[in-house]
């Protein structure tokens, strides 16, 4: 069976739903096709549900600039669909005396990034703004909130099929021909077939993938991937904290951090564990490492509340020990393809990220005046 249509988006995660609504409101006929049997079920469901401020990335990478220009968008999205969040604050903290200038860094790469309302604190500020937390400085984010990741996801696919988009799942994609016209979409299924102009392969944790099962794609634009697996242990009973806290940055990662959900219950992590194959098993003989890990900012806790939550995949463009590479929108200057858009490496803050990365992908595929 044949259908057509204007645009095929793979992937139905937060980034792929924000991408299909992007194009659908551009006035646009689209398709969202999904592998799985619901939306969001992998890096877009497991992740920390952080509105990040655009502190950590470098000036002038696309991180820096999708993370400040995604963080108003996603508030102001929130504010006008009713979707649960809450400006709740962030605390970066240090520990020892040699990471406070860590933490100045950190200021002055947020400033260059557009983030200005930053303010350092004393040992002795953190301890009235957070009892239980032991450091000797920190630096207060105002702006850095947490999100019903969910909710979200429901209000993309909601204006998505709104604006006359469709989102299939159980549509895992086998194979893509680029032709004269555009592109012809092969499914799983036997015989199906989507022809359309435009392609956006969201696929996340499988977007390399994907790349590599079109036919003709210059295998040289194919970045390497690293999957990077996360735990996250729950603190049973009553949070001690009222934002998230974050130790200095390091290993892959922003540390074993703290964060709140809307319930206020706390959650610790997540940690690094590189893979070669998608899996979400949980290791609880990792508890020992989450222990002296939160201790170190958090001297009090009873182990004994700390039990296991869950894990998530990042997909990452930078392996062990390389520096943190950026996200990639890869269009037809790159790839020489039009019509083309990979979304490869997009870890957070893509959450964060999410509408000003749809924008961009509506910018390069529609032109400027439908962003």
């Not at 949070?239 to 806290?245: A, D, E, I, T, Y």
């Not at 290993?251 to 951090?257: E, P």
């Amino acid at each position: 069976m044949d259908q057509a249509l204007d645009c095929v988006v793979i992937g139905a995660g937060v980034i792929g739903l924000a991408a299909a609504r992007a194009l659908a409101m551009g006035g646009r006929q689209v398709i969202v096709l999904e592998a799985e049997a619901a939306v969001a079920t992998h890096t877009s469901s497991r992740n920390s549900e952080v509105i990040h401020a655009g502190i950590y990335y470098p000036q002038g990478s696309l991180k820096a600039s999708a993370c400040v220009a995604g963080k108003r968008a996603l508030y102001a999205y929130c504010e006008e669909k009713g979707i649960p969040h809450r400006r709740i604050g962030k605390l970066v903290v240090a520990t020892e005396d040699s990471e406070l200038g860590i933490l100045d860094s950190y200021v002055a790469r947020a400033r260059a990034n557009g983030v200005t309302d930053l303010v350092p604190v004393t040992a002795a500020e953190v301890r009235e703004m957070e009892p239980a937390v032991r450091a000797v400085g920190g630096v207060l984010s105002p702006s850095t909130g947490i999100i019903d990741s969910h909710a979200y996801v429901q209000a993309l696919q909601a204006d998505t099929e709104a604006n006359g988009g469709t989102v299939v799942c159980r549509s895992r994609v086998s194979s893509v021909e680029a032709h004269g016209d555009g592109f012809r979409v092969h499914l799983d299924e036997d015989g199906y077939t989507v022809d359309c102009r435009i392609v956006v392969n969201a696929a996340g944790l499988w977007a390399t993938d994907v790349a590599a099962r079109i036919a003709g794609f210059p295998i040289e634009s194919i970045p390497r991937l690293h999957l990077a697996k996360g735990h996250y242990f729950t603190l049973q009973g009553k949070s001690p904290f009222n934002r998230l806290v974050y130790p200095v940055a390091g290993g892959g990662g922003l540390g074993t951090h703290v964060t709140l959900d809307l319930a206020g219950q706390a959650k610790f992590g997540p940690d690094v564990e590189w893979l070669n194959s998608v899996d979400y098993s949980f290791d609880q003989s990792r508890k020992p490492a989450f222990v002296d890990a939160i201790r170190r900012y958090y001297p009090d806790l009873d182990a004994s509340r700390l039990v296991p939550g869950y894990t998530g995949i990042r997909p990452k463009l930078s392996g062990p020990g390389e520096p943190a590479a950026d996200f990639t929108i890869q269009g037809a200057g790159t790839h020489g393809i039009p019509g083309l858009v990979n979304l490869f490496g997009i870890e957070s803050p893509g959450l964060t990220a999410s509408l000003e990365i749809a924008r961009r992908v509506a910018e390069e595929l529609l032109g400027p005046a439908s962003a």
